[in-house]
């Protein structure tokens, strides 16, 4: 996949960019947002689930009620079968379910808080939703030509979890450029992301808990970005954990950095994966 590649089914989301109803626009950056993230794990949403979408938008249906015609479209046996050989079915579920938690006010930075972003996401998708991993694992990354990040051993991801979250919530933005804080923020999701705490699921995971702390903090970010630019954000966590000191690699945040800088303070980086390949 590349970064010129259109992501199925955002244009048509995109007309609602400057209605001239605030309430539309904003349920459709949301169900954008969704939508694009799928692209981490390279899945696309059917046609179904975008409809249902457009309903949610122009106000016939409620948020709660897409979930519901999601669950009870995949109790076929047959759509869910054919859906099943493309995981389909996952980027509908997840990406209905995305739409729901971006569409709540709420959020707490804690570790039980990011647990819990991983089990609403993924209940019934993963059977290990909302499950701390209990097994090593490697990802072979086309970034880093089939290399793999070092991810957290499993026998101390609650205690690094519980650590990272918790430096964080002592941490002070107070009197921070706009050019620290995206750096100090950037380095601290860097950080959640490489503990991969969970089987699959988390960059999609940690994506939203991100948008939702940045809401926290009273950043009004056009989260656009991540359903434009979710691979390349996938992309950006990996080599902000990836050392190969023979090969002369170290972890660079930059990347990161400029992704962030684009959401949050009207940056203009031309955000291409291919650029950050090692």
Do not use: C
């Given at each position: 996949?590349?970064?010129?590649?259109?992501?199925?089914?955002?244009?048509?989301?995109?007309?609602?960019?400057?209605?001239?109803?605030?309430?539309?626009?904003?349920?459709?950056?949301?169900?954008?947002?969704?939508?694009?993230?799928?692209?981490?794990?390279?899945?696309?949403?059917?046609?179904?689930?975008?409809?249902?979408?457009?309903?949610?938008?122009?106000?016939?249906?409620?948020?709660?009620?897409?979930?519901?015609?999601?669950?009870?479209?995949?109790?076929?046996?047959?759509?869910?079968?054919?859906?099943?050989?493309?995981?389909?079915?996952?980027?509908?579920?997840?990406?209905?379910?995305?739409?729901?938690?971006?569409?709540?006010?709420?959020?707490?930075?804690?570790?039980?808080?990011y647990i819990a972003i991983h089990r609403k996401l993924f209940t019934g998708v993963f059977p290990h939703a909302g499950k701390i991993r209990d097994y090593n694992i490697?990802?072979?990354?086309?970034?880093?030509?089939?290399?793999?990040?070092?991810?957290?051993?499993?026998?101390?991801?609650?205690?690094?979890?519980?650590?990272?979250?918790?430096?964080?919530?002592?941490?002070s933005y107070k009197g921070l450029s706009v050019e620290e804080t995206i750096s100090h923020f950037s380095r601290f999701i860097a950080d959640l992301w490489q503990i991969h705490a969970f089987g699959e699921g988390n960059t999609r995971a940690t994506a939203i808990f991100a948008i939702?702390?940045?809401?926290?903090?009273?950043?009004?970010?056009?989260?656009?970005?991540?359903?434009?630019?979710?691979?390349?954000?996938?992309?950006?966590?990996?080599?902000?954990?990836?050392?190969?000191?023979?090969?002369?690699?170290?972890?660079?945040?930059?990347?990161?950095?400029?992704?962030?800088?684009?959401?949050?303070?009207?940056?203009?980086?031309?955000?291409?994966?291919?650029?950050?390949?090692?």
């Amino acid at each position: 996949m590349t970064d010129d590649e259109k992501i199925e089914g955002l244009a048509e989301f995109g007309e609602y960019k400057k209605a001239a109803d605030p309430g539309k626009s904003e349920k459709a950056l949301i169900w954008r947002t969704a939508i694009g993230l799928q692209k981490v794990d390279d899945l696309t949403t059917s046609s179904y689930l975008r409809g249902t979408a457009l309903r949610n938008i122009e106000g016939e249906i409620t948020i709660e009620e897409t979930g519901r015609i999601i669950s009870e479209y995949y109790k076929s046996r047959s759509i869910r079968e054919e859906a099943a050989k493309t995981r389909t079915d996952e980027a509908d579920i997840v990406a209905q379910r995305i739409a729901a938690l971006l569409s709540e006010p709420t959020f707490t930075l804690s570790v039980p808080s990011y647990i819990a972003i991983h089990r609403k996401l993924f209940t019934g998708v993963f059977p290990h939703a909302g499950k701390i991993r209990d097994y090593n694992i490697t990802k072979d990354e086309w970034v880093l030509n089939n290399d793999t990040v070092r991810y957290e051993s499993w026998d101390v991801i609650a205690d690094t979890l519980e650590y990272d979250i918790s430096k964080e919530k002592e941490f002070s933005y107070k009197g921070l450029s706009v050019e620290e804080t995206i750096s100090h923020f950037s380095r601290f999701i860097a950080d959640l992301w490489q503990i991969h705490a969970f089987g699959e699921g988390n960059t999609r995971a940690t994506a939203i808990f991100a948008i939702k702390y940045l809401n926290a903090l009273g950043f009004k970010a056009d989260n656009d970005l991540f359903a434009e630019k979710a691979f390349y954000f996938r992309n950006a966590l990996v080599r902000a954990n990836y050392t190969n000191l023979p090969k002369g690699i170290h972890p660079d945040l930059v990347y990161l950095e400029r992704f962030f800088t684009n959401l949050l303070a009207s940056g203009n980086f031309d955000l291409k994966s291919r650029e950050l390949r090692v």
